[in-house]
């Protein structure tokens, strides 16, 4: 049986028939609202809420599972100023569900890390938007040193933890670092990490991003030339998981924020968001359909709000961004990569 050509064909059925007819393949639980970092494009650190209790992502984990969906992706906040993210990742191996984080980068150090490695954390993914510390400090508000520090021992010491099968970079492209890709690539390479890119979105949980990360009308040639950059590194065999397709419709994104013709949206039948207050969404532009204080989450996957949403989902009556873990998680690439995965490590059951 292949298990990807069924996931594509009973999600086209259930698009067709405006119906759920498979389970979410992710889920994406924002472990919380806080952080110790500063970006220029995200206001979550100004929002600083306290940590929710541990309990809270248990059940929310929990419901993930009883849907079933094959991977969550921890996000926040900052998901290593959670006291208790390696008993969320252990919850989800015992649940058989393939696990994910993303951090800023800044406390990957033994104490923090050899905890969440040692939970059996399938994917790490580090932000990590330029190598240059004065482009660092102008994006991100911190240091960057001890992100760096971080990255190399993450590096040195990941086959200590064979359940660590992804090891990552994210990088955000604005106009602060749109001169500075190249050598973050070749930084990546060097340690054999991957990176993948994302656009500047309008800002997380703030107003509006500053001038000096926004592109203007002027900027295409410059942005047409580094998105071939990346594609020809790509082509050489430079470890770069962007789909090209992807990265090619960066420049209208970043400029008019246009997606490219044609586009569709599944994912409010590929994925679900879960906020650190148990909110649940088609995705993380939308707004909360439920809560899991007082449905469950089957309850709220089918339930008629969420019919309504994913209807606009798919017809982009919606935010409209471009975001990585929306917009290519369902590529060939992706879901090939997925159904590796799940073969590996949870015996592809
Ligand atoms: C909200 S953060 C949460 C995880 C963690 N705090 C971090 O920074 O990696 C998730 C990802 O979104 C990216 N991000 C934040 N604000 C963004 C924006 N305005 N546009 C595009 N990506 C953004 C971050 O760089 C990070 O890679
Ligand atoms: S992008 Fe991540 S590190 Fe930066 S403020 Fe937002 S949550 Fe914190
Ligand atoms: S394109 Fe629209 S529906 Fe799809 S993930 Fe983005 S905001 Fe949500």
């Given at each position: 049986?292949?298990?990807?050509?069924?996931?594509?064909?009973?999600?086209?059925?259930?698009?067709?028939?405006?119906?759920?007819?498979?389970?979410?393949?992710?889920?994406?639980?924002?472990?919380?609202?806080?952080?110790?970092?500063?970006?220029?494009?995200?206001?979550?650190?100004?929002?600083?809420a306290?940590?929710?209790?541990?309990?809270?992502?248990?059940?929310?984990?929990?419901?993930?599972?009883?849907?079933?969906?094959?991977?969550?992706?921890i996000?926040?906040?900052?998901?290593?100023?959670?006291?208790?993210?390696?008993?969320?990742?252990?919850?989800?191996?015992?649940?058989?569900?393939?696990?994910?984080?993303?951090?800023?980068?800044?406390?990957?150090?033994?104490?923090?890390?050899?905890?969440?490695?040692?939970?059996?954390?399938?994917?790490?993914?580090?932000?990590?938007?330029?190598?240059?510390?004065?482009?660092?400090?102008?994006?991100?508000?911190?240091?960057?040193?001890?992100?760096?520090?971080?990255?190399?021992?993450?590096?040195?010491?990941?086959?200590?933890?064979?359940?660590?099968?992804?090891?990552?970079?994210?990088?955000?492209?604005?106009?602060?670092?749109?001169?500075?890709?190249?050598?973050?690539?070749?930084?990546?390479?060097e340690l054999?990490?991957?990176?993948?890119?994302?656009?500047?979105?309008?800002?997380?949980?703030?107003?509006?991003?500053?001038?000096?990360?926004?592109?203007?009308?002027?900027?295409?040639?410059?942005?047409?030339?580094?998105?071939?950059?990346?594609?020809?590194?790509?082509?050489?065999?430079?470890?770069?998981?962007?789909?090209?397709?992807?990265?090619?419709?960066?420049?209208?994104?970043?400029?008019e924020?246009?997606?490219?013709?044609?586009?569709?949206?599944?994912?409010?039948?590929?994925?679900?968001?879960?906020?650190?207050?148990?909110?649940?969404?088609?995705?993380?532009?939308?707004?909360?359909?439920?809560?899991?204080?007082?449905?469950?989450?089957?309850?709220?996957?089918?339930?008629?709000?969420?019919?309504?949403?994913r209807?606009?989902?798919?017809?982009?009556?919606?935010?409209?961004?471009w975001?990585?873990?929306?917009?290519?998680?369902?590529?060939?690439?992706?879901?090939?990569?997925?159904?590796?995965?799940?073969?590996?490590?949870?015996?592809?059951?």
């Amino acid at each position: 049986m292949n298990r990807k050509i069924d996931y594509v064909q009973l999600l086209n059925q259930s698009i067709e028939q405006e119906k759920p007819l498979v389970p979410p393949l992710t889920g994406s639980l924002q472990a919380n609202k806080c952080c110790n970092s500063r970006c220029a494009y995200c206001g979550i650190w100004e929002i600083n809420a306290k940590n929710p209790p541990v309990e809270d992502l248990f059940l929310a984990v929990n419901q993930l599972a009883d849907l079933g969906v094959r991977m969550i992706s921890i996000t926040g906040g900052e998901p290593f100023l959670h006291p208790d993210l390696p008993q969320v990742i252990q919850l989800m191996d015992q649940r058989g569900i393939l696990s994910s984080t993303m951090t800023n980068g800044l406390m990957l150090n033994q104490k923090k890390l050899v905890p969440i490695l040692s939970a059996g954390i399938n994917s790490l993914c580090v932000s990590l938007d330029t190598i240059d510390a004065d482009i660092y400090r102008q994006i991100r508000g911190v240091a960057l040193d001890p992100v760096l520090d971080g990255i190399r021992y993450v590096a040195e010491i990941r086959n200590e933890f064979p359940t660590l099968s992804d090891f990552s970079i994210n990088c955000v492209i604005s106009k602060a670092n749109i001169h500075d890709l190249e050598p973050l690539i070749e930084f990546c390479n060097e340690l054999n990490i991957k990176v993948g890119f994302q656009p500047l979105h309008n800002s997380f949980d703030s107003e509006n991003n500053p001038v000096e990360l926004k592109f203007s009308r002027d900027d295409h040639a410059l942005l047409d030339e580094q998105i071939e950059m990346i594609l020809q590194k790509k082509h050489q065999g430079y470890l770069i998981s962007s789909g090209d397709d992807y990265l090619l419709a960066f420049p209208a994104y970043l400029i008019e924020k246009k997606l490219p013709e044609q586009t569709t949206c599944t994912a409010g039948y590929t994925s679900i968001a879960i906020d650190y207050q148990l909110n649940v969404k088609g995705c993380w532009p939308m707004r909360p359909i439920g809560n899991l204080h007082t449905q469950t989450l089957e309850e709220i996957w089918n339930s008629e709000a969420y019919t309504r949403q994913r209807a606009a989902m798919i017809d982009l009556d919606c935010p409209g961004c471009w975001l990585r873990c929306h917009t290519e998680h369902l590529s060939d690439d992706w879901l090939n990569n997925m159904h590796f995965w799940i073969s590996k490590i949870k015996g592809g059951n």
